[in-house]
T-cell receptor, first 113, second 113 residues
């Protein structure tokens, strides 16, 4: 296993466009998390899945943000009608159910122009 | 709301010096993790501490979890230029929150030769 993979690494989009990011977790990990990190800040928790169930989504930043994990394996994070304030690094992490073994991906850097 | 206060925010020292980074909160954490992050990359886990009063050593790095599980420190002995990076502390509250991590803002460390 090569760890947590995120795709793309970089995305530049025009304001108002929709974007989708993909995360492939470590295969043995049944928990998958999404975080957002802006410049000069630590990562900010957005949502998490246990297998295919999304157990926490109240921290998603707005109703323009949504995430899926349809078969309990990879996950996608979609941002609709992007705004310049959405520019950030979007990080995915996976862990065991105990919360240990947290591993982050390299992130997707989004720039909204 | 920032649950974890990390200090100092910036630190510039000479090679060979010692340093300590602090992470404080009024919340009790089930575990606390320390990460190191390079520019444009995701955080890389250094250590997880789970027991109050626990001390872990990783070569020249010493991590301590407070007795009440509300605070932690990272001490680096004889810093080297390769230690340069962003150090992040992150606490997991409990299983009810899915062990989502609450991050501090980070300490940006620069070690000059």
């Amino acid at each position: 296993d090569t760890g947590v993979s995120q795709d793309p690494r970089h995305k530049i989009t025009k304001r108002g466009q929709n974007v989708t990011f993909r995360c492939d977790p470590i295969s043995e990990h049944n928990r998958l998390y999404w975080y957002r990190q802006t410049l000069g800040q630590g990562p900010e928790f957005l949502t998490y899945f246990q297998n295919e169930a999304q157990l926490e989504k109240s921290r998603l930043l707005s109703d323009r943000f949504s995430a899926e994990r349809p078969k309990g394996s990879f996950s996608t994070l979609e941002i609709q009608r992007t705004e310049q304030g959405d520019s950030a690094m979007y990080l995915c992490a996976s862990s065991l159910e105990t919360g240990l073994g947290y591993t982050f991906g390299s992130g997707t850097r989004l720039t909204v122009v | 709301t920032q649950l974890l206060e990390q200090s100092p925010q910036f630190l510039s020292i000479q090679e060979g010096e010692n340093l300590t980074v602090y992470c404080n909160s009024s919340s009790v954490f089930s575990s606390l993790q320390w990460y190191r992050q390079e520019p444009g990359e995701g955080p890389v886990l250094l250590v997880t501490v789970v027991t109050g009063g626990e001390v872990k050593k990783l070569k020249r790095l010493t991590f301590q979890f407070g007795d009440a599980r509300k605070d932690s420190s990272l001490h680096i002995t004889a810093a080297q230029p390769g230690d340069t990076g962003l150090y992040l502390c992150a606490g997991a509250l409990d299983s009810n929150s899915g062990y989502a991590l609450n991050f501090g803002k980070g300490t940006s460390l620069l070690v000059t030769p």
